[in-house]
Each structure stands twice: as C-alpha cells, then as structure tokens.
C-alpha cells in the first residue's frame, strides 16, 4: 500500500475549511458536498500544475470558486431560451412568465412596436443584450468598442423605458 504524499496530506488537512467555503458559495449543503468532490479531484489532477512557492490554500480556493462560477454559468446558459425566429427583435420570456394571458400578448405588442421603432444602432445592440448575448460578444460581432455598445444599451434601456413609463405591470 503507498503511502499518501504531503500533496495529498495537505489537500485532506483542507477539507473542513473547503467544505465551509463550498457552503458559502452554494447556502445549499448537498451542494456544497458536490463541490467539495469535485474541487478534491480536480486538484488531484491538476497537482502537477501546483508549484511550491504558491499558497496552497488560495490555489485551492481559486480552482473551487471557478469551478462554482463556471458551474452557475452552465446552469443560467441552459435556462437561456435562445429565439430562432425570424423576428430578431422578439424578446424572450420564461415559459411560466404569465404573459400568455391577452393583457400579456398586448404588452408583448407594446413593447416590441417600441423596439421596434429604435434606430439599427440601438435596436441590434439592445435586441441582441436581451437575447442573452455579453457585452463583449455583441461588441465582436458588431465591431464596435464595447464602451459603444455599453452606451446604445443603456439610451435603449431608458428610451423604451421613457416610451412605456405610463405602463403598469400588475401581479395578482
């Protein structure tokens, strides 16, 4: 039988203190085990990326917060409906978000005559932000300074906002 390494030592001397950390990030104890695993062994893999002169604990720590924001994005990116339709300009709303009531389907209306009555230069960028696009991928694709793009974002945001400012959505 082969003795465990001080690599090895190390790594299960942190658990408790990982553990903790995975149940800051997670506020969910399953989760935070499931973390917790999977952090252990993708160090164990990675070990020979580890060098000596380097805080263990904060390399630890860094492969496990990265590993929590690469999962979250995961999560949000399969919860993103992305529209195939024609229409670029169509917003996207959850499944369960209530608007297919004919109230919903004329505020929908509503807010996509606005929309649609933006210039290029800020309808594309806005569509293409409520589409679920990054700043930097529509600034790519457009071949603009994401500064730009930032800017058009926000004067679209508040232009429709200014247009709809006498709508009121109602919960029941």
């Keep these: 039988m082969k003795t465990k390494s001080s690599f090895e030592n190390r790594l299960l001397g942190l658990q408790d203190n990982m553990f ?7 506020a969910d104890r399953e989760d935070a085990k499931d973390l ?3 952090t252990t062994l993708r ?10 002169n380097v805080n263990f604990k904060g390399w630890v720590f ?11 994005r995961k999560i949000v990116r399969s919860q993103t409906i992305i529209d195939k339709t024609e229409n670029l300009y169509h917003l996207n709303l ?14 929908i209306k509503e807010i996509n005559k606005a929309i649609a009555s933006f ?5 594309v960028p806005f569509s293409m932000h409520v589409s679920g696009y990054k700043y930097e991928e529509i600034a790519q694709q457009l071949g603009l300074p994401i500064g730009t ?4 974002i926000f004067f679209a945001r508040k ?7 006498d709508f009121r959505y109602y919960t029941e």
């Design 62 to 72: 860094t492969i496990m917060h990265n590993i929590f924001v690469n999962n979250y």
């Design 20 to 26: 903790n950390f995975a149940l800051t990030l997670t």
């Design 119 to 123: 210039t290029d230069e800020y309808k």
């Design 149 to 152: 793009v930032k800017s058009r």
């Design 94 to 107: 959850p499944q369960d978000s209530g608007f297919n009531t004919p109230d919903g389907a004329y505020t």
């Design 43 to 52: 160090v164990l893999d990675n070990r020979e990326k580890y060098y000596e």
């Design 159 to 165: 232009r429709l906002q200014e247009m709809l400012k």
């Design 36 to 38: 917790l695993q999977e």
